[in-house]
Protein backbone atom coordinates (compact mmCIF):
# COMPACT_ATOMS: atom_id res chain seq x y z
CA UNK A 1 0.00 0.00 0.00
CA UNK A 2 1.44 3.56 -0.89
CA UNK A 3 1.99 5.67 2.19
CA UNK A 4 0.52 8.73 2.41
CA UNK A 5 4.13 10.37 2.13
CA UNK A 6 4.64 8.64 -1.48
CA UNK A 7 1.53 10.29 -2.96
CA UNK A 8 2.04 13.73 -4.25
CA UNK A 9 -0.77 16.05 -1.87
CA UNK A 10 -3.19 17.80 -4.09
CA UNK A 11 -3.33 21.50 -3.77
CA UNK A 12 -5.57 22.06 -0.57
CA UNK A 13 -6.54 24.70 1.65
CA UNK A 14 -5.21 23.91 5.13
CA UNK A 15 -7.97 23.01 8.20
CA UNK A 16 -8.57 26.48 10.06
CA UNK A 17 -6.51 25.30 13.33
CA UNK A 18 -3.01 25.12 13.86
CA UNK A 19 -3.58 21.47 16.04
CA UNK A 20 -5.33 20.14 12.62
CA UNK A 21 -2.27 21.89 10.75
CA UNK A 22 0.14 19.85 12.75
CA UNK A 23 -1.52 16.50 12.05
CA UNK A 24 -2.05 17.44 8.16
CA UNK A 25 1.55 17.98 7.79
CA UNK A 26 2.76 14.85 9.66
CA UNK A 27 0.26 12.80 7.99
CA UNK A 28 1.99 14.30 4.95
CA UNK A 29 5.32 14.06 5.99
CA UNK A 30 4.48 10.08 7.04
CA UNK A 31 6.30 7.57 9.27
CA UNK A 32 9.83 8.78 9.00
CA UNK A 33 10.96 5.13 9.84
CA UNK A 34 10.16 3.77 6.61
CA UNK A 35 12.72 3.05 4.22
CA UNK A 36 10.27 3.48 1.26
CA UNK A 37 9.22 6.94 2.37
CA UNK A 38 10.81 9.66 -0.03
CA UNK A 39 10.49 12.00 3.43
CA UNK A 40 11.55 9.87 5.75
CA UNK A 41 14.72 9.02 7.63
CA UNK A 42 16.57 7.64 5.30
CA UNK A 43 15.92 10.16 2.06
CA UNK A 44 16.98 13.07 4.22
CA UNK A 45 20.27 11.38 5.50
CA UNK A 46 20.82 10.57 2.09
CA UNK A 47 20.48 14.02 1.07
CA UNK A 48 22.59 15.12 4.10
CA UNK A 49 25.63 13.47 2.78
CA UNK A 50 25.50 14.68 -0.77
CA UNK A 51 25.34 18.15 1.03
CA UNK A 52 21.86 18.15 -1.08
CA UNK A 53 18.10 19.79 -0.37
CA UNK A 54 15.88 17.30 0.20
CA UNK A 55 13.95 18.25 -3.21
CA UNK A 56 10.79 15.90 -2.72
CA UNK A 57 10.32 17.29 0.55
CA UNK A 58 10.72 20.84 -0.30
CA UNK A 59 7.99 20.14 -2.84
CA UNK A 60 5.58 18.92 -0.51
CA UNK A 61 6.06 22.03 1.84
CA UNK A 62 5.73 24.19 -0.88
CA UNK A 63 2.88 22.12 -2.01
CA UNK A 64 0.83 22.22 1.28
CA UNK A 65 1.25 25.80 1.52
CA UNK A 66 4.14 25.78 4.45
CA UNK A 67 5.06 29.48 3.58
CA UNK A 68 1.71 30.65 3.81
CA UNK A 69 2.41 30.30 8.06
CA UNK A 70 4.71 33.11 7.81
CA UNK A 71 3.19 35.72 6.40
CA UNK A 72 0.09 37.96 8.80
CA UNK A 73 -3.31 36.58 8.85
CA UNK A 74 -4.02 40.72 8.06
CA UNK A 75 -1.46 40.05 4.96
CA UNK A 76 -3.84 36.65 3.88
CA UNK A 77 -1.60 34.30 5.26
CA UNK A 78 -2.11 32.31 8.74
CA UNK A 79 0.68 33.78 11.10
CA UNK A 80 -1.26 35.01 14.34
CA UNK A 81 -0.15 33.14 17.70
CA UNK A 82 3.62 32.37 17.22
CA UNK A 83 3.17 29.22 19.52
CA UNK A 84 0.63 27.98 17.33
CA UNK A 85 3.51 28.43 14.39
CA UNK A 86 5.68 26.80 16.33
CA UNK A 87 3.65 23.80 16.43
CA UNK A 88 2.71 23.65 13.14
CA UNK A 89 6.55 23.52 12.13
CA UNK A 90 7.11 20.94 14.58
CA UNK A 91 6.89 18.33 12.40
CA UNK A 92 9.15 19.33 9.69
CA UNK A 93 12.02 19.79 12.86
CA UNK A 94 10.60 16.57 14.04
CA UNK A 95 12.48 15.04 11.10
CA UNK A 96 15.27 17.41 10.06
CA UNK A 97 16.25 20.45 11.75
CA UNK A 98 18.45 21.88 8.54
CA UNK A 99 15.47 21.60 6.46
CA UNK A 100 12.95 23.53 9.11
CA UNK A 101 15.28 26.41 8.99
CA UNK A 102 16.42 26.53 5.80
CA UNK A 103 13.05 25.91 4.03
CA UNK A 104 11.07 27.58 6.87
CA UNK A 105 12.19 29.67 9.77
CA UNK A 106 14.77 31.61 8.01
CA UNK A 107 11.91 33.19 5.18
CA UNK A 108 10.13 34.45 8.71
CA UNK A 109 13.19 36.22 10.22
CA UNK A 110 13.94 37.99 6.77
CA UNK A 111 10.24 38.70 6.30
CA UNK A 112 9.86 40.06 10.18
CA UNK A 113 11.68 43.02 9.77
CA UNK A 114 8.93 44.00 7.18
CA UNK A 115 5.67 43.20 9.33
CA UNK A 116 7.60 45.18 12.26
CA UNK A 117 8.08 48.19 10.01
CA UNK A 118 7.38 47.70 6.30
CA UNK A 119 5.45 50.07 3.89
CA UNK A 120 2.00 48.96 3.09
CA UNK A 121 3.54 47.88 -0.26
CA UNK A 122 6.60 46.57 0.81
CA UNK A 123 4.22 44.30 3.27
CA UNK A 124 2.01 43.72 0.76
CA UNK A 125 4.90 42.81 -1.95
CA UNK A 126 6.46 40.54 0.32
CA UNK A 127 2.92 38.62 1.33
CA UNK A 128 2.47 38.23 -2.04
CA UNK A 129 5.94 36.42 -2.78
CA UNK A 130 5.50 33.72 0.42
CA UNK A 131 1.93 32.98 -0.62
CA UNK A 132 2.89 32.37 -4.28
CA UNK A 133 3.61 28.58 -4.46
CA UNK A 134 6.50 28.59 -6.63
CA UNK A 135 8.48 30.58 -4.58
CA UNK A 136 8.38 28.26 -1.73
CA UNK A 137 9.43 30.81 1.07
CA UNK A 138 12.77 32.30 -0.76
CA UNK A 139 13.60 35.52 1.34
CA UNK A 140 16.40 35.78 3.43
CA UNK A 141 18.07 37.98 5.82
CA UNK A 142 21.44 39.87 4.99
CA UNK A 143 22.53 40.74 8.78
CA UNK A 144 25.24 43.56 10.23
CA UNK A 145 28.11 42.22 11.98
CA UNK A 146 27.98 41.43 15.64
CA UNK A 147 30.61 41.72 18.35
CA UNK A 148 32.44 37.76 18.69
CA UNK A 149 30.54 37.08 15.51
CA UNK A 150 30.71 33.29 14.05
CA UNK A 151 30.85 33.12 10.56
CA UNK A 152 26.93 33.50 9.44
CA UNK A 153 27.07 37.06 11.56
CA UNK A 154 30.47 37.94 10.08
CA UNK A 155 30.98 41.23 7.86
CA UNK A 156 28.27 43.78 6.44
CA UNK A 157 27.00 46.22 3.61
CA UNK A 158 27.44 49.63 3.66
CA UNK A 159 24.49 52.04 2.05
CA UNK A 160 25.67 55.44 1.33
CA UNK A 161 22.74 58.10 0.17
CA UNK A 162 22.49 59.54 -3.07
CA UNK A 163 20.11 61.37 -4.59
CA UNK A 164 17.48 58.54 -5.92
CA UNK A 165 18.26 56.19 -2.77
CA UNK A 166 21.42 54.18 -1.91
CA UNK A 167 24.40 53.09 -2.98
CA UNK A 168 25.16 49.65 -1.19
CA UNK A 169 28.75 48.25 -1.05
CA UNK A 170 29.88 45.12 0.92
CA UNK A 171 29.97 41.32 1.00
CA UNK A 172 28.88 38.14 3.51
CA UNK A 173 30.63 35.21 2.42
CA UNK A 174 27.97 33.44 4.43
CA UNK A 175 24.44 33.68 3.94
CA UNK A 176 21.97 30.67 3.75
CA UNK A 177 19.72 30.54 0.52
CA UNK A 178 21.68 33.51 -0.92
CA UNK A 179 21.55 31.56 -4.40
CA UNK A 180 18.28 30.08 -3.79
CA UNK A 181 16.34 34.08 -2.66
CA UNK A 182 14.26 36.10 -4.67
CA UNK A 183 14.14 39.16 -1.69
CA UNK A 184 16.91 40.33 0.49
CA UNK A 185 16.26 41.86 3.85
CA UNK A 186 19.04 44.01 4.05
CA UNK A 187 20.87 45.08 7.38
CA UNK A 188 23.07 48.10 6.10
CA UNK A 189 25.41 50.31 7.74
CA UNK A 190 23.93 54.33 7.01
CA UNK A 191 26.60 55.70 9.76
CA UNK A 192 29.79 55.67 9.94
CA UNK A 193 29.72 56.13 13.91
CA UNK A 194 28.64 53.27 15.91
CA UNK A 195 25.80 53.40 17.78
CA UNK A 196 22.29 52.73 18.49
CA UNK A 197 21.17 54.82 14.85
CA UNK A 198 23.98 53.36 12.75
CA UNK A 199 22.22 50.51 10.49
CA UNK A 200 19.06 50.38 8.29
CA UNK A 201 16.81 47.92 6.79
CA UNK A 202 16.81 47.58 2.89
CA UNK A 203 14.25 45.20 1.39
CA UNK A 204 15.98 44.17 -1.84
CA UNK A 205 14.45 42.15 -4.82
CA UNK A 206 17.03 39.89 -6.83
CA UNK A 207 15.25 41.15 -10.14
CA UNK A 208 15.46 44.70 -9.74
CA UNK A 209 19.54 45.02 -8.99
CA UNK A 210 21.42 45.13 -11.91
CA UNK A 211 23.34 42.42 -13.02
CA UNK A 212 26.77 43.92 -12.87
CA UNK A 213 26.25 45.05 -9.09
CA UNK A 214 25.22 41.40 -7.86
CA UNK A 215 27.60 39.02 -7.41
CA UNK A 216 27.29 35.37 -6.42
CA UNK A 217 30.02 34.07 -4.47
CA UNK A 218 30.69 30.39 -3.83
CA UNK A 219 28.46 28.12 -1.84
CA UNK A 220 30.67 27.53 1.75
CA UNK A 221 30.14 24.41 3.47
CA UNK A 222 29.33 23.88 6.70
CA UNK A 223 29.57 20.89 9.22
CA UNK A 224 26.01 21.16 10.28
CA UNK A 225 23.05 21.74 7.81
CA UNK A 226 24.89 20.42 5.47
CA UNK A 227 22.25 20.37 2.46
CA UNK A 228 21.39 23.70 3.18
CA UNK A 229 22.54 26.39 0.70
CA UNK A 230 25.48 29.22 2.78
CA UNK A 231 26.85 30.65 -0.19
CA UNK A 232 28.19 34.50 -0.35
CA UNK A 233 27.01 37.62 -2.14
CA UNK A 234 29.06 40.61 -3.07
CA UNK A 235 27.18 43.91 -3.60
CA UNK A 236 29.52 46.65 -5.97
CA UNK A 237 28.22 49.75 -6.02
CA UNK A 238 24.95 48.79 -6.45
CA UNK A 239 22.14 51.12 -6.54
CA UNK A 240 18.85 50.79 -4.67
CA UNK A 241 15.78 52.91 -4.44
CA UNK A 242 14.45 54.99 -1.96
CA UNK A 243 11.66 53.29 -1.24
CA UNK A 244 14.22 50.05 -0.62
CA UNK A 245 13.85 51.74 2.99
CA UNK A 246 12.15 49.77 5.43
CA UNK A 247 11.15 52.13 8.50
CA UNK A 248 13.07 55.33 9.01
CA UNK A 249 16.89 55.54 8.27
CA UNK A 250 18.43 54.20 11.46
CA UNK A 251 15.96 51.77 12.03
CA UNK A 252 18.27 48.68 11.93
CA UNK A 253 19.74 47.67 15.23
CA UNK A 254 16.40 48.29 16.94
CA UNK A 255 14.08 45.91 14.56
CA UNK A 256 16.64 43.51 14.50
CA UNK A 257 16.33 43.46 18.81
CA UNK A 258 12.98 43.24 17.92
CA UNK A 259 12.24 40.79 15.58
CA UNK A 260 15.36 38.72 17.87
CA UNK A 261 12.67 38.49 20.76
CA UNK A 262 10.50 36.06 18.47
CA UNK A 263 13.36 34.14 16.79
CA UNK A 264 14.56 33.39 20.69
CA UNK A 265 11.46 32.15 21.36
CA UNK A 266 10.73 30.32 18.32
CA UNK A 267 13.67 28.43 17.94
CA UNK A 268 14.10 26.55 21.12
CA UNK A 269 10.21 25.50 20.75
CA UNK A 270 10.91 23.93 17.43
CA UNK A 271 14.01 22.58 18.43
CA UNK A 272 12.37 20.75 21.53
CA UNK A 273 10.99 18.58 18.23
CA UNK A 274 14.39 17.75 16.97
CA UNK A 275 15.14 16.71 20.29
CA UNK A 276 11.93 14.73 20.77
CA UNK A 277 13.47 12.03 17.95
CA UNK A 278 16.54 11.54 19.27
CA UNK A 279 15.15 10.78 22.60
CA UNK A 280 12.61 8.62 20.64
CA UNK A 281 16.04 6.64 19.24
CA UNK A 282 17.76 6.31 22.61
CA UNK A 283 14.63 4.82 24.21
CA UNK A 284 14.63 1.69 21.20
CA UNK A 285 18.34 1.54 21.23
CA UNK A 286 17.69 1.18 25.27
CA UNK A 287 14.76 -1.07 25.48
CA UNK A 288 15.95 -3.27 22.39
CA UNK A 289 15.44 -7.46 23.35
CA UNK A 290 14.98 -6.29 26.85
CA UNK A 291 12.62 -8.08 28.77
CA UNK A 292 9.18 -6.56 29.07
CA UNK A 293 10.70 -3.68 26.80
CA UNK A 294 11.89 -2.17 29.83
CA UNK A 295 16.07 -0.58 29.76
CA UNK A 296 18.42 -1.42 32.15
CA UNK A 297 18.14 0.67 35.43
CA UNK A 298 21.66 2.22 34.59
CA UNK A 299 19.54 4.31 31.46
CA UNK A 300 16.69 5.30 34.00
CA UNK A 301 18.03 8.39 35.64
CA UNK A 302 19.21 9.93 31.66
CA UNK A 303 16.18 8.70 30.05
CA UNK A 304 14.03 10.25 32.41
CA UNK A 305 15.74 13.11 32.58
CA UNK A 306 15.94 14.59 29.68
CA UNK A 307 12.29 13.92 29.30
CA UNK A 308 11.29 16.13 32.19
CA UNK A 309 13.50 18.57 30.41
CA UNK A 310 11.86 18.40 26.88
CA UNK A 311 8.40 18.96 28.96
CA UNK A 312 10.82 21.94 30.58
CA UNK A 313 12.28 23.57 28.07
CA UNK A 314 8.51 23.44 26.16
CA UNK A 315 6.95 25.28 28.98
CA UNK A 316 10.08 28.08 28.58
CA UNK A 317 9.27 28.29 25.09
CA UNK A 318 5.52 28.21 24.86
CA UNK A 319 5.69 30.90 28.07
CA UNK A 320 8.26 33.32 25.66
CA UNK A 321 6.00 33.05 22.75
CA UNK A 322 2.87 33.52 24.60
CA UNK A 323 4.68 37.02 26.27
CA UNK A 324 5.56 38.43 23.12
CA UNK A 325 1.61 38.91 22.61
CA UNK A 326 0.62 39.38 26.02
CA UNK A 327 3.03 41.36 27.76
CA UNK A 328 5.12 42.53 25.02
CA UNK A 329 6.67 45.52 27.17
CA UNK A 330 8.55 42.81 28.87
CA UNK A 331 8.26 40.13 26.21
CA UNK A 332 12.63 40.76 26.03
CA UNK A 333 13.29 39.64 29.28
CA UNK A 334 11.44 35.90 29.17
CA UNK A 335 13.27 35.69 25.63
CA UNK A 336 16.55 36.39 26.64
CA UNK A 337 16.24 33.81 29.53
CA UNK A 338 14.71 31.36 27.74
CA UNK A 339 17.30 31.23 24.60
CA UNK A 340 19.78 30.99 27.24
CA UNK A 341 18.29 28.18 29.22
CA UNK A 342 17.25 25.79 26.76
CA UNK A 343 20.17 26.22 24.24
CA UNK A 344 22.49 24.51 27.17
CA UNK A 345 19.84 21.94 28.32
CA UNK A 346 19.59 21.03 24.90
CA UNK A 347 22.80 20.26 23.81
CA UNK A 348 23.05 18.49 27.34
CA UNK A 349 20.85 16.38 26.78
CA UNK A 350 22.14 15.37 23.56
CA UNK A 351 25.03 14.73 25.42
CA UNK A 352 23.26 12.59 27.96
CA UNK A 353 21.32 10.49 25.28
CA UNK A 354 24.92 9.80 23.44
CA UNK A 355 25.77 7.80 27.02
CA UNK A 356 22.78 5.66 25.97
CA UNK A 357 23.26 5.07 22.95
CA UNK A 358 26.82 4.16 23.13
CA UNK A 359 28.43 3.19 19.59
CA UNK A 360 24.82 3.54 18.07
CA UNK A 361 25.58 7.42 18.54
CA UNK A 362 28.14 7.02 15.80
CA UNK A 363 26.74 4.91 13.41
CA UNK A 364 25.92 6.06 9.75
CA UNK A 365 23.04 4.01 9.26
CA UNK A 366 19.61 4.54 8.29
CA UNK A 367 18.27 4.48 12.14
CA UNK A 368 20.31 5.63 14.22
CA UNK A 369 22.20 8.40 11.71
CA UNK A 370 20.19 10.84 12.03
CA UNK A 371 21.38 11.53 15.49
CA UNK A 372 24.71 11.83 14.69
CA UNK A 373 23.25 14.88 12.15
CA UNK A 374 21.00 16.63 14.86
CA UNK A 375 24.31 16.68 16.64
CA UNK A 376 26.11 18.47 14.04
CA UNK A 377 23.00 20.51 13.01
CA UNK A 378 22.18 21.95 16.02
CA UNK A 379 25.14 24.27 16.94
CA UNK A 380 24.44 25.78 13.83
CA UNK A 381 20.63 26.40 14.63
CA UNK A 382 21.56 28.36 18.22
CA UNK A 383 24.23 30.21 16.10
CA UNK A 384 26.88 29.21 19.09
CA UNK A 385 28.86 32.01 21.20
CA UNK A 386 27.33 34.70 19.40
CA UNK A 387 23.87 34.01 20.33
CA UNK A 388 24.50 33.62 23.84
CA UNK A 389 26.31 36.57 23.67
CA UNK A 390 23.35 38.23 22.04
CA UNK A 391 21.13 37.20 24.92
CA UNK A 392 23.40 38.20 27.62
CA UNK A 393 23.75 41.66 26.48
CA UNK A 394 20.10 42.40 26.65
CA UNK A 395 19.97 40.98 29.46
CA UNK A 396 23.04 42.53 31.93
CA UNK A 397 21.83 45.90 31.21
CA UNK A 398 18.73 45.47 33.09
CA UNK A 399 19.63 43.65 36.07
CA UNK A 400 20.55 46.72 38.40
CA UNK A 401 17.07 47.85 37.77
CA UNK A 402 15.32 44.81 37.94
CA UNK A 403 16.51 44.16 41.66
CA UNK A 404 15.62 47.61 43.07
CA UNK A 405 12.38 47.88 41.23
CA UNK A 406 10.97 44.83 40.08
CA UNK A 407 11.94 41.60 41.93
CA UNK A 408 9.42 40.85 44.62
CA UNK A 409 7.64 43.77 43.80
CA UNK A 410 5.71 43.64 40.63
CA UNK A 411 2.28 41.88 40.60
CA UNK A 412 1.36 38.53 39.74
CA UNK A 413 1.14 38.39 35.40
CA UNK A 414 -2.25 37.22 33.90
CA UNK A 415 -2.94 33.64 34.69
CA UNK A 416 -3.66 32.86 31.08
CA UNK A 417 0.30 34.21 30.09
CA UNK A 418 0.79 30.48 31.22
CA UNK A 419 -2.32 28.83 30.17
CA UNK A 420 -0.51 27.38 26.33
CA UNK A 421 -4.79 26.78 25.65
CA UNK A 422 -5.91 30.09 26.55
CA UNK A 423 -6.53 32.45 23.62
CA UNK A 424 -3.94 35.09 22.46
CA UNK A 425 -4.36 38.01 20.35
CA UNK A 426 -2.00 38.19 16.88
CA UNK A 427 1.45 38.76 17.10
CA UNK A 428 1.79 42.39 16.63
CA UNK A 429 5.85 43.11 16.05
CA UNK A 430 5.74 47.06 16.28
CA UNK A 431 4.30 46.29 19.77
CA UNK A 432 7.16 44.34 20.90
CA UNK A 433 9.32 47.21 23.42
CA UNK A 434 12.98 46.95 23.69
CA UNK A 435 13.45 47.94 27.33
CA UNK A 436 11.32 48.44 30.29
CA UNK A 437 8.52 46.09 31.83
CA UNK A 438 8.12 44.52 35.23
CA UNK A 439 9.53 41.07 35.52
CA UNK A 440 6.70 39.00 34.79
CA UNK A 441 8.64 35.48 35.71
CA UNK A 442 9.98 36.77 38.81
CA UNK A 443 6.13 37.71 39.55
CA UNK A 444 4.95 34.77 39.09
CA UNK A 445 7.18 32.58 40.76
CA UNK A 446 6.81 34.57 44.23
CA UNK A 447 3.07 33.73 43.87
CA UNK A 448 3.42 30.28 42.64
CA UNK A 449 5.80 29.80 45.58
CA UNK A 450 3.37 31.11 47.64
CA UNK A 451 0.45 28.62 46.68
CA UNK A 452 2.88 25.52 46.46
CA UNK A 453 3.98 25.60 50.35
CA UNK A 454 -0.26 24.94 51.07
CA UNK A 455 -0.13 21.87 49.37
CA UNK A 456 3.13 20.33 50.79
CA UNK A 457 1.26 17.92 52.63
CA UNK A 458 -0.47 16.24 50.12
CA UNK A 459 2.39 13.38 49.65
CA UNK A 460 6.27 13.81 49.06
CA UNK A 461 6.38 14.86 45.15
CA UNK A 462 3.87 17.84 46.62
CA UNK A 463 6.67 18.46 49.29
CA UNK A 464 9.57 18.50 46.98
CA UNK A 465 8.26 20.73 44.52
CA UNK A 466 7.31 23.11 47.22
CA UNK A 467 11.32 22.47 48.28
CA UNK A 468 13.11 23.26 45.15
CA UNK A 469 10.75 26.43 44.30
CA UNK A 470 11.52 27.85 47.37
CA UNK A 471 15.38 27.02 46.46
CA UNK A 472 15.04 28.86 43.60
CA UNK A 473 13.06 31.89 45.24
CA UNK A 474 15.83 31.86 48.13
CA UNK A 475 18.16 32.44 44.96
CA UNK A 476 16.64 35.01 43.84
CA UNK A 477 16.82 36.98 46.97
CA UNK A 478 20.79 36.41 46.78
CA UNK A 479 21.15 37.46 42.93
CA UNK A 480 19.00 40.10 43.96
CA UNK A 481 21.46 41.24 46.56
CA UNK A 482 24.68 40.84 43.87
CA UNK A 483 22.59 42.64 40.87
CA UNK A 484 21.74 45.73 43.25
CA UNK A 485 25.86 46.48 43.31
CA UNK A 486 25.98 46.41 39.41
CA UNK A 487 27.16 50.18 38.55
CA UNK A 488 24.66 52.24 37.34
CA UNK A 489 26.28 52.65 33.50
CA UNK A 490 25.21 49.86 30.98
CA UNK A 491 28.89 50.37 29.85
CA UNK A 492 30.41 49.72 33.00
CA UNK A 493 27.46 46.91 33.25
CA UNK A 494 28.93 45.11 30.65
CA UNK A 495 32.60 45.46 31.19
CA UNK A 496 31.88 44.14 34.78
CA UNK A 497 33.09 40.40 35.19
CA UNK A 498 30.22 39.41 37.19
CA UNK A 499 27.74 40.52 34.83
CA UNK A 500 27.87 37.41 32.97
CA UNK A 501 27.07 34.93 35.33
CA UNK A 502 24.39 37.03 36.84
CA UNK A 503 22.63 36.89 33.30
CA UNK A 504 23.11 32.72 33.35
CA UNK A 505 22.32 32.84 37.46
CA UNK A 506 19.05 34.77 36.24
CA UNK A 507 18.29 32.90 33.16
CA UNK A 508 18.01 29.76 35.13
CA UNK A 509 16.03 31.42 37.80
CA UNK A 510 13.91 32.74 35.41
CA UNK A 511 13.03 29.40 33.53
CA UNK A 512 12.32 27.67 36.80
CA UNK A 513 9.50 30.23 37.00
CA UNK A 514 7.89 29.67 33.59
CA UNK A 515 8.28 25.63 34.14
CA UNK A 516 6.49 25.87 37.55
CA UNK A 517 4.09 28.62 36.49
CA UNK A 518 3.33 26.32 32.93
CA UNK A 519 2.69 23.51 35.08
CA UNK A 520 0.30 24.83 37.45
CA UNK A 521 -1.85 25.81 34.45
CA UNK A 522 -1.94 22.01 33.88
CA UNK A 523 -3.93 21.47 36.97
CA UNK A 524 -7.19 21.36 35.96
CA UNK A 525 -6.35 18.54 33.71
CA UNK A 526 -5.57 14.56 34.33
CA UNK A 527 -3.29 14.61 32.06
CA UNK A 528 0.50 13.04 33.52
CA UNK A 529 1.38 17.00 33.10
CA UNK A 530 -0.47 18.16 35.93
CA UNK A 531 0.92 15.43 38.27
CA UNK A 532 4.17 16.58 40.41
CA UNK A 533 6.49 14.02 39.21
CA UNK A 534 7.90 15.69 36.15
CA UNK A 535 8.30 19.45 37.53
CA UNK A 536 9.92 18.00 40.44
CA UNK A 537 12.74 15.79 38.07
CA UNK A 538 13.08 19.21 35.74
CA UNK A 539 13.42 21.85 38.45
CA UNK A 540 15.84 19.41 40.65
CA UNK A 541 17.93 19.26 37.91
CA UNK A 542 17.88 23.32 36.96
CA UNK A 543 19.04 23.47 40.61
CA UNK A 544 21.63 21.50 40.03
CA UNK A 545 23.27 23.89 36.95
CA UNK A 546 22.47 26.80 39.40
CA UNK A 547 25.02 25.17 41.87
CA UNK A 548 22.16 25.41 44.29
CA UNK A 549 20.75 22.70 46.83
CA UNK A 550 17.20 21.58 47.54
CA UNK A 551 15.42 18.95 48.17
CA UNK A 552 15.99 15.10 47.26
CA UNK A 553 13.75 13.42 44.12
CA UNK A 554 11.67 11.33 46.21
CA UNK A 555 11.84 7.60 45.05
CA UNK A 556 9.18 6.89 42.25
CA UNK A 557 9.43 10.48 40.62
CA UNK A 558 12.06 9.19 37.84
CA UNK A 559 10.29 5.34 37.44
CA UNK A 560 7.29 7.86 37.04
CA UNK A 561 8.42 9.96 34.29
CA UNK A 562 10.16 6.60 32.66
CA UNK A 563 6.85 5.15 32.39
CA UNK A 564 5.28 8.25 30.76
CA UNK A 565 8.21 8.59 28.53
CA UNK A 566 8.33 4.54 27.44
CA UNK A 567 3.93 4.85 26.81
CA UNK A 568 4.29 8.07 24.45
CA UNK A 569 7.11 5.96 22.47
CA UNK A 570 4.84 2.76 22.03
CA UNK A 571 2.11 4.75 21.17
CA UNK A 572 3.49 7.41 18.87
CA UNK A 573 2.83 10.32 20.75
CA UNK A 574 5.21 13.59 20.59
CA UNK A 575 7.79 13.95 24.19
CA UNK A 576 6.06 17.29 24.66
CA UNK A 577 3.51 19.67 25.98
CA UNK A 578 1.05 18.35 23.46
CA UNK A 579 1.45 14.64 23.51
CA UNK A 580 0.21 14.51 19.66
CA UNK A 581 -0.17 11.08 17.45
CA UNK A 582 3.01 10.79 15.34
CA UNK A 583 3.12 8.97 12.20
CA UNK A 584 5.00 5.50 11.89
Not at 392 to 407: C, D, E, M, N
Request: net charge positive.
Amino acid sequence: MTSPAQTRPRPAAPPPGPAARARRLEHLLGDPADPGNPHGRRALLDADDRRATPEATEHLLTHSGLSAEFVPRTLGGRLGRPDALARVLRPVFRRDVALGFGYGLIALFGASAVWAAGSRTQRERTAAHLLTAGHGGRITHLHHELTQANAILRDEFTARPTTDGYRVQGRKDVIINAERAAMFVTYARTAPEPGARSHSVLLLERDALPARALHALPRRPTPGMRGNHFSGLELRACPVPAHALVGQEGDGVSLALRTFMVNRCLIPAVLVAGVDSALRLAVQAATAARPGGQPARRHHTALAGVFADLLACDSMAHTGLRALCLVPDSAHLAAAAVKLTTQDILRENLEEIATVLGAHGYARDTHYGAFDKLGRDLPVAGLGHAGRAACQSVLAPRLRALARTSWFTAPHPPRHLFARTAPLPDLDYRTLSLTGGDDVLHAALVTTTDRLAARSAQGPQWAALAGLAQAFLTESRILRAECATLPASVRQTLADPRACALVDRYALIASAAACLAAWENEADTDSFQARPAWPVLALARLLRRLGATGPAVPDGVVGEVLAELLDRCAAHRSLDLYASHLAG
